[in-house]
T-cell receptor, first 111, second 112 residues
């Protein structure tokens, strides 16, 4: 158990709906990352926070995606107007230095 | 473009034998490398890491070798056990760039 938790673990939604995922990092970690993983592929970087500041965003993060980390602790990832192509595992990771520790992920299925 | 790739998508090994999983990277600026293990339905689990100023690093039953000349990374697992069955990813980044770049993974199957 790495200590990173994510909620929910599974989400099924209809196309066009909005969804929000939560990540709670390891308590002393100031860096938090979101990745997306599709079947058979490695995780792809989406965005990164240091404390409450969002410092980097991937081109994969379209305008429908938004991430926040308001108090520098937990983070949320919201997807608006979901599309079938958004179906994937959304992974959160946290770190204090270089090593990133991952949570169990939230599997999103868009019907 | 930058990529981290794996030579073999699948690997089957007899229980008790040693496993070697290989990974090639293309970015010569990469200076930090990590191996993760991912079991079905779970997030990637950190196994071992190595910096570019090292050639070898050992952990419990695992060894990572780095050959910067040919941009090659390998993970050796000694005396494999059924619990080692998983997909193994190598990942890399470089100082000043926080994102990890992952390869597509190698599925390791342990044959009883």
């Amino acid at each position: 158990d790495t200590g990173v938790s994510q909620d929910p673990r599974h989400k099924i939604t209809k196309r066009g709906q909005n969804v929000t995922f939560r990540c709670d990092p390891i308590s002393e970690h100031n860096r938090l990352y979101w990745y997306r993983q599709t079947l058979g592929q490695g995780p792809e970087f989406l965005t990164y926070f240091q404390n409450e500041a969002q410092l980097e965003k991937s081109r994969l993060l379209s305008d429908r995606f938004s991430a926040e980390r308001p108090k520098g602790s937990f983070s949320t990832l919201e997807i608006q107007r979901t599309e079938q192509g958004d179906s994937a595992m959304y992974l959160c990771a946290s770190s204090l230095e270089d090593t990133q520790y991952f949570g169990p992920g939230t599997r999103l299925t868009v019907l | 473009g930058e990529s981290v790739g794996l030579h073999l998508p699948t690997l089957s090994v007899q229980e008790g034998d040693n496993s070697i999983i290989n990974c090639a990277y293309s970015n010569s600026a990469s200076d930090y490398f990590i191996w993760y293990k991912q079991e079905s339905g779970k997030g990637p689990q950190f196994i071992i890491d190595i910096r570019s100023n090292m050639d070898k690093r050992q952990g419990q039953r695992v060894t990572v070798l780095l050959n910067k000349t040919v941009k090659h990374l390998s993970l050796q697992i000694a005396a494999t056990q059924p619990g080692d069955s998983a997909v193994y990813f190598c990942a890399e980044n470089r100082q000043g760039n926080e994102k990890l770049t992952f390869g597509t993974g190698t599925r390791l199957t342990i044959i009883p």
